[in-house]
């Protein structure tokens, strides 16, 4: 029972928050050495380094022991940390996944007009 296997289900947002930090941190490095405010890309990267720490931990209670496995499948309850950094990690993924396809759309109206 304490054998520890990955949560899966996870993993996809795993991958969108790394994705959201590397936009964040693109963007603020990119801020700075453009003469953007200071103040602003400094929020914007320390945005990115929430997004990586938020990220590490998701992965971090992502590996679980079978006990909190069949926890979880019987009664529906999750450890604390671990419901908080799921809920974090579902959110920056669903905006993410949003702001991807809004993109998306703004560029295929713009080239439509073109």
Same mark, same amino acid.
């Given at each position: 029972?304490?054998?520890?296997?990955?949560n899966?289900?996870?993993?996809?947002?795993?991958?969108w928050t790394?994705?959201?930090?590397?936009?964040?941190?693109i963007?603020?490095?990119m801020?700075?050495?453009? @003469?953007?405010?200071? &103040? /602003?890309?400094?929020?914007?990267?320390?945005?990115? !380094?929430?997004? %990586?720490?938020?990220? +590490?931990?998701?992965h971090?209670?992502?590996?679980?022991?079978?006990?909190?496995?069949?926890k979880?499948?019987?009664?529906g309850?999750?450890?604390?940390?671990?419901?908080?950094?799921?809920?974090? @990690?579902?959110?920056? &993924? /669903?905006?993410?996944?949003?702001?991807?396809?809004? !993109?998306?759309g %703004?560029?295929?109206? +713009?080239?439509?007009?073109v």
């Amino acid at each position: 029972m304490g054998e520890v296997e990955f949560n899966q289900d996870n993993k996809s947002n795993i991958r969108w928050t790394m994705f959201a930090a590397w936009v964040y941190g693109i963007g603020g490095i990119m801020g700075l050495s453009a @003469g953007g405010s200071a &103040a /602003g890309c400094i929020v914007v990267i320390l945005l990115a !380094a929430a997004c %990586v720490y938020s990220s +590490v931990m998701l992965h971090k209670v992502s590996k679980r022991p079978y006990w909190q496995i069949y926890k979880y499948e019987l009664t529906g309850e999750r450890e604390p940390k671990e419901r908080r950094y799921i809920l974090i @990690g579902n959110i920056i &993924a /669903g905006y993410m996944r949003w702001s991807v396809k809004m !993109a998306f759309g %703004v560029l295929r109206l +713009v080239f439509s007009f073109v």
